[in-house]
C-alpha cells in the first residue's frame, strides 16, 4: 500500500513509497482509510520539532472504514466507519493512565508519530479507541474530528464555558475557529476572534462566514479596547489563547476580567516565552494548559457535530489525493490553507 513515510531523522525526509498492510491483532481492526487530516503536529515531525520514531507513517486525525478484525473484537463490525482516539500505546499501569488520563501516558506512541499512521490505505488501531460515525456525517468532516475534539476538550471541558460568557479566541487557525465553535455551541453570548495581517486573505474571512461577526486585526485595532468594549469595562471571561506567539500570550493575560480564565492550547517554540505573571496574579486568573483529548469529549464532538452546532465543513479548504501531499503541505506553510484532508 502507499504511505507517507518520515524516512529518518533530519528535517524533510518525507516520502511516499510502498509499505505492507499491516495486520490486526487481538483486540484490534483493520481500518480502510477514507480520508486524513493534516494537523501542524505533521509538517513539525517533517521540520524535525516533534519527537518522532522513523521510519513512521505521518497521520493522526482519520475516518476509516472497519476491513477486517482481529479476535476478541465486539464493538465495532466490519463496514462501520469510525474515528479513533490516538493514544494506542498508552502504558495503561502508570499513575495518569490509571486516573484515566492515558492521552498524557510518559509512554504513549501515537499514530503519526510514534506508530505508523492515518496517511496510508489502512491502519490498525485499537478497538478500544474507537467512534463509530452517522451515516450522515461525510468522510472529510469526519476526519476533522479529532481537533474538533481537542477543541472540545479544551474549552469545554477543561476550562469550561458557562452561558452568557464573552469569550476572546487569539489566532484565527482551524484550532482557534473550532474553539470558537465549540464556545458558541456551548452558550458563549459573544466570541471575539482576533488575528493580524497574515489572517487577512484567508483566515478571518473565514471567520466572519461562519457567523463570527467580532473578529479583529490586532495590527489595525486594539482587540483589548473591543473587548472591553463588550464587557462594560470588566473584559473576558474566557480567553483561548490558540496562536502559542509570545505577544498573543501576553495579548491573552491583558484581554482577561479579574477572576477570568486562560485556556492555553497554541504550541509554542522550545525556546522560553516571557510570560506577565505578576498581571496574571493581580488578576487571580484561572490558567489551563491543555494537550490532546479526553475518552469523554469524543461522543460529544461527535454530536455536537452532527446536531449542526459545529460546522466543520467550513473550516476545509483542500480535498485532495494522498499523492498530492506535497502541494497541500506548501499551502498550509503560506496559509493558503486552514484544514487540509488527504484521501489515500
Same mark, same amino acid.
Given at each position: 500500500m502507499?504511505? +507517507?513515510?518520515?524516512?529518518q531523522?533530519?528535517?524533510?525526509? $518525507?516520502? +511516499?513509497?510502498?509499505?505492507?498492510?499491516p495486520?490486526?491483532?487481538?483486540?484490534?481492526? !483493520?481500518?480502510?482509510?477514507?480520508? =486524513?487530516?493534516v494537523?501542524?503536529?505533521? $509538517?513539525?515531525?517533517?521540520?524535525?520539532?516533534?519527537?518522532?520514531?522513523?521510519?513512521v507513517?505521518?497521520g493522526?486525525?482519520?475516518?476509516?472504514r472497519?476491513?477486517?478484525v *482481529?479476535?476478541?473484537?465486539?464493538?465495532?463490525?466490519?463496514?462501520?466507519?469510525?474515528?479513533? @482516539?490516538?493514544?494506542t500505546?498508552?502504558?495503561g499501569?502508570c499513575?495518569l493512565?490509571?486516573?484515566g488520563?492515558?492521552?498524557?501516558?510518559?509512554?504513549?506512541r501515537?499514530? *503519526?508519530? &510514534?506508530?505508523?499512521?492515518?496517511?496510508?490505505?489502512?491502519?490498525? #488501531?485499537?478497538?478500544?479507541? !474507537?467512534?463509530?460515525?452517522?451515516?450522515? #456525517?461525510?468522510?472529510?468532516v469526519?476526519?476533522?474530528?479529532?481537533?474538533?475534539?481537542?477543541a472540545?476538550?479544551?474549552?469545554l471541558?477543561r476550562?469550561?464555558?458557562?452561558?452568557g460568557?464573552?469569550?476572546?479566541?487569539v489566532?484565527?487557525?482551524?484550532? &482557534? $475557529?473550532?474553539?470558537? #465553535?465549540?464556545?458558541?455551541?456551548?452558550?458563549?453570548?459573544e466570541?471575539v476572534?482576533i488575528?493580524r495581517?497574515?489572517?487577512e486573505?484567508?483566515r478571518?474571512?473565514k471567520?466572519?462566514?461562519?457567523?463570527? *461577526?467580532?473578529?479583529v486585526n490586532?495590527?489595525?485595532?486594539?482587540?483589548?479596547e473591543?473587548?472591553?468594549?463588550?464587557s462594560d469595562?470588566?473584559?473576558?471571561? +474566557?480567553v483561548?489563547?490558540?496562536?502559542?506567539?509570545?505577544? *498573543?500570550?501576553a #495579548?491573552?493575560?491583558?484581554l482577561?476580567?479579574?477572576?477570568?480564565?486562560?485556556?492555553?492550547?497554541?504550541?509554542?517554540r522550545p525556546?522560553?516565552?516571557?510570560?506577565?505573571?505578576?498581571?496574571?496574579?493581580?488578576?487571580? $486568573?484561572?490558567?489551563?494548559f491543555c !494537550?490532546?483529548t479526553?475518552?469523554?469529549?469524543w461522543?460529544?464532538?461527535?454530536n455536537l457535530? =452532527?446536531?449542526?452546532?459545529?460546522? !466543520?465543513?467550513?473550516?476545509?479548504?483542500?480535498?485532495?489525493p494522498?499523492?498530492e501531499? @506535497?502541494?497541500?503541505?506548501?499551502d498550509i506553510?503560506?496559509?493558503?490553507?486552514?484544514k487540509?484532508? +488527504?484521501i489515500?
Amino acid at each position: 500500500m502507499k504511505a +507517507l513515510v518520515k524516512t529518518q531523522k533530519g528535517k524533510g525526509c $518525507l516520502e +511516499l513509497r510502498d509499505v505492507p498492510v499491516p495486520t490486526a491483532g487481538p483486540g484490534e481492526v !483493520l481500518l480502510k482509510i477514507l480520508a =486524513a487530516g493534516v494537523c501542524g503536529t505533521d $509538517l513539525h515531525v517533517r521540520d524535525d520539532q516533534f519527537p518522532y520514531w522513523p521510519p513512521v507513517t505521518l497521520g493522526h486525525e482519520f475516518c476509516g472504514r472497519v476491513e477486517k478484525v *482481529g479476535p476478541d473484537i465486539s464493538l465495532v463490525a466490519v463496514g462501520d466507519r469510525v474515528v479513533g @482516539e490516538p493514544h494506542t500505546k498508552a502504558c495503561g499501569h502508570c499513575y495518569l493512565c490509571r486516573t484515566g488520563n492515558i492521552q498524557i501516558c510518559a509512554a504513549k506512541r501515537s499514530p *503519526g508519530w &510514534g506508530i505508523d499512521g492515518a496517511m496510508a490505505e489502512y491502519l490498525v #488501531m485499537p478497538e478500544r479507541l !474507537l467512534h463509530k460515525v452517522p451515516a450522515s #456525517m461525510s468522510d472529510e468532516v469526519a476526519a476533522v474530528i479529532e481537533p474538533a475534539a481537542n477543541a472540545v476538550h479544551d474549552v469545554l471541558e477543561r476550562a469550561t464555558v458557562e452561558a452568557g460568557d464573552l469569550v476572546a479566541v487569539v489566532g484565527p487557525g482551524p484550532i &482557534g $475557529l473550532l474553539a470558537a #465553535m465549540a464556545a458558541r455551541a456551548a452558550g458563549a453570548r459573544e466570541v471575539v476572534i482576533i488575528g493580524r495581517d497574515v489572517d487577512e486573505p484567508l483566515r478571518l474571512p473565514k471567520a466572519r462566514e461562519l457567523g463570527f *461577526g467580532r473578529t479583529v486585526n490586532g495590527q489595525q485595532q486594539n482587540p483589548v479596547e473591543v473587548v472591553q468594549e463588550l464587557s462594560d469595562g470588566r473584559g473576558a471571561d +474566557l480567553v483561548v489563547e490558540c496562536s502559542g506567539s509570545a505577544g *498573543g500570550i501576553a #495579548m491573552g493575560v491583558d484581554l482577561a476580567r479579574k477572576k477570568g480564565r486562560f485556556c492555553a492550547i497554541g504550541l509554542t517554540r522550545p525556546e522560553p516565552i516571557p510570560f506577565p505573571y505578576s498581571k496574571a496574579s493581580f488578576k487571580v $486568573l484561572d490558567m489551563f494548559f491543555c !494537550l490532546s483529548t479526553s475518552y469523554t469529549c469524543w461522543d460529544k464532538t461527535i454530536n455536537l457535530v =452532527a446536531g449542526g452546532k459545529m460546522n !466543520l465543513g467550513a473550516i476545509i479548504t483542500h480535498r485532495k489525493p494522498l499523492a498530492e501531499w @506535497e502541494s497541500v503541505f506548501a499551502d498550509i506553510d503560506h496559509q493558503r490553507a486552514l484544514k487540509a484532508v +488527504l484521501i489515500p
